[in-house]
């Protein structure tokens, strides 16, 4: 197999491989995320952090939770400006809702994925639960912010009556539990078929680290060589 450059080293990966996490690395670089906390292949490969590894990454935690929670703030900012559709920032709402929509999607796949290829020893993260429990956060900012996507466009969702509809839309679309009572037209048929497709994704991480966080069992009964048969 060829090597390739994956981060700073020459890595023997496939090209599709190869072209996913180039793709991933460069919406990283593009994110306001880099401001709050940056990636944790950087995170670990600093000098600040081999000399303060604890304090470092307690630091970090709280920059990117404290982002995370200044995103909520904001959408909820937006949500309002969208409900009220005070025309030229109707437009940045959609900017900057679509900026986090890619944000969360990029950190969470570099998270889950590429940030292990990206180092030769293994990653940790500063707690699992609380990785667990920011990445329900997200899920719930995916909703809010599709909401938004919806409210700036709700003359092209028939059976939506306003921003709480819109945003009704967004919940059942990314839960997949679509009734039919409100539809989708033009633009908006894009927006939920990319919400369906983003939703899909993040369930699945979601659910890997479910399992990476849940105790391991212990069998009490073990089955060995020197059990008799069975009758």
């Known amino acids: 197999m060829p090597r390739r450059l994956l981060g700073p080293e020459l890595r023997a990966y496939s090209l599709i491989t190869w072209c996913f996490e180039r793709l991933f690395w460069g919406m990283y670089l593009l994110s306001p995320s880099r401001l709050a906390g940056g990636s944790r292949v950087v995170h670990y490969r600093s000098e600040a ?21 200044s995103w909520f703030l904001i959408e909820m900012f937006l949500l309002a400006i969208a409900a009220l559709e005070l025309g030229w920032p109707l437009v940045v709402s959609r900017v900057l809702a679509s900026i986090r929509i890619l944000d969360i999607l990029q950190s969470s796949v570099n998270l ?37 996507l919806y409210t700036s466009v709700n003359s ?3 059976g939506s009556a306003g921003w709480l509809d819109a945003l ?20 908006a ?12 994704a993040f369930t699945i991480l979601i659910f890997g680290r479910i399992v ?20």
Do not use: K
């Open 49 to 69: 952090f081999r000399l303060d590894p604890h304090g470092t990454t307690v630091r970090r935690s709280r920059r990117v939770e404290v982002y995370i929670l």
């Open 112 to 148: 889950s994925v590429f940030d292990q290829l990206r180092s030769r020893g293994s990653l940790m993260v500063s707690s699992a639960v609380r990785t667990l429990v920011l990445s329900f956060l997200n899920y719930l900012e995916l909703i809010i912010l599709f909401g938004i």
């Open 156 to 158: 092209q969702l028939v």
């Open 168 to 187: 009704y839309y967004s919940v059942v679309t990314q839960l997949t539990i679509g009734y039919g009572d409100i539809r989708p037209l033009g633009v």
């Open 189 to 200: 048929r894009l927006i939920s078929s990319l919400q369906g497709l983003i939703a899909v």
């Open 212 to 231: 990476s966080v849940l105790p391991r069992i212990e069998s009490v009964m073990r089955h060995d060589d020197t059990d008799p048969p069975s009758p």
